[in-house]
């Protein structure tokens, strides 16, 4: 922000491109846009800054401006794997804008939404409370202790937004379990054969009839989806495992990209579910009795949800356009003139002024000084005309005769 403050320069096209991806990172998804096309003013030929713009009206769900970038950014892009990733990037958001205009995001719910497209079954009552095993995680690469908590934590935000109607039970063993959280460093692929785009997570769930669901696999993944060796951030996974410990217990997929349950991850969403989201589970669980239900997770220490990628992200802007600015100090500020103080000799003590020369003057200090005072030399014998000097002329001396008078020395005024 401080360096496009300095426009214009050399370096504005590569300063905008970079605070464009900054604040996609940061969620801020407008700013993004507005830098994008900034930096496209000083650069038209950035293609970074075209995906990175079409990234950022995809996850303001803002699909027919995310596919213009992106064409605009494969008549560039020269990279066959990074076109073959932006081809598939089209596809899928040619079908998420078929999705997002089939329903209505407005309404209390999408309870409605979800029995259309796929049904709504639920846990039987007699399953209660539901019985979950976590695995422990070990060996997988990129697992980190703390996931675990984020499981417990989702599971205890979704029974107490159906009003205390689920509850549940951590157990030892996956063959005595409802429903299996397990972790993966693996590829994750959608569920249907209309989705096959990687996931951050996937849950199964099969069913005993056509209302209610027998048994659930939830995966996890710890390896970002889209940069190989990068971990999953520990505000993505949280995200993540709320959003599939949802489907777990019957949730489907919104429309709305501040619910939790959305379709596709958005830095809209905060990590909380919204109204909606309370509003459709605990409809779907609208007939079972309340239970004694605690939160395990209520002490546990509050995460900073993170919504996790679900497309290649765009390339970082090239920095290496950008010159370090040269020192640049800050303005003089505008003073009165100050002038050079006059000497002032220190006052004369009441001793020294009783103690003076004939002129006037003060006697010089004799302690408090090692000014030494002028002794002027002594006076020599006076000479005469005849004995100490020869004239030029015969006899030497003038008429009159006599001494000279003895030559006088400068003696200087008093001081003032």
Request: glycine letters at 6%; charged letters at 25%.
């Amino acid at each position: 922000e401080a360096g496009a403050a300095h426009d214009p320069s050399k370096s504005s096209g590569p300063i905008h491109a970079a605070l464009s991806f900054a604040y996609l990172q940061a969620g801020e998804t407008e700013k993004a846009i507005k830098e994008g096309e900034r930096a496209l003013e000083f650069d038209p030929q950035d293609k970074s800054a075209m995906y990175n713009i079409a990234i950022a009206y995809q996850d303001g769900a803002k699909f027919d401006e995310a596919l213009t970038w992106l064409q605009r950014y494969m008549a560039l892009e020269t990279d066959p794997a990074r076109r073959k990733s932006a081809e598939t990037f089209m596809i899928c958001l040619q079908e998420d804008r078929k999705q997002i205009n089939s329903q209505s995001s407005t309404l209390p719910d999408y309870f409605e939404q979800m029995e259309d497209k796929h049904g709504n079954a639920i846990w039987s009552k007699d399953r209660l409370p539901l019985r979950i095993y976590i695995a422990s995680g070990k060996g997988v690469y990129g697992f980190r202790a703390q996931y675990r908590s984020h499981i417990i934590r989702s599971f205890d935000t979704w029974c107490l937004a159906t009003g205390k109607k689920l509850s549940y039970k951590i157990v030892d063993t996956p063959s005595k379990a409802d429903i299996s959280v397990e972790w993966t460093s693996g590829e994750l692929a959608g569920s249907d054969k209309f989705d096959k785009r990687l996931k951050a997570g996937v849950t199964k769930l099969n069913y005993s009839d056509g209302q209610h669901i027998s048994d659930a696999t939830v995966s996890i993944r710890t390896v970002n989806a889209f940069e190989s060796g990068r971990l999953v951030e520990d505000g993505e996974c949280a995200s993540t495992c709320l959003h599939e410990v949802g489907h777990a217990l019957g949730l489907g997929h919104s429309t709305n990209i501040y619910d939790i349950m959305y379709f596709r991850s958005s830095s809209k969403q905060n990590g909380v579910p919204t109204r909606r989201d309370k509003a459709t589970i605990a409809r779907l669980y609208a007939d079972y009795p309340s239970v004694d239900f605690t939160p395990q997770a209520g002490s546990m220490a509050p995460v900073h949800y993170l919504p996790p990628p679900t497309f290649i992200p765009p390339k970082p802007p090239d920095t290496r356009q950008l010159t370090p600015p040269l020192f640049i100090p800050p303005p003089l500020q505008i003073e009165k003139k100050l002038e050079p103080p006059l000497y002032i000799p220190p006052p004369i003590s009441a001793e020294r002024k009783a103690d003076t020369l004939p002129s006037g003057r003060p006697s010089p200090p004799a302690a408090e000084t090692k000014v030494p005072l002028y002794v002027p030399p002594p006076l020599q014998p006076s000479r005469t005309s005849a004995g100490n000097i020869k004239g030029k002329k015969e006899g030497g001396a003038k008429p009159g005769g006599g001494s000279r008078p003895a030559p006088q020395f400068f003696v200087p005024p008093p001081i003032k």
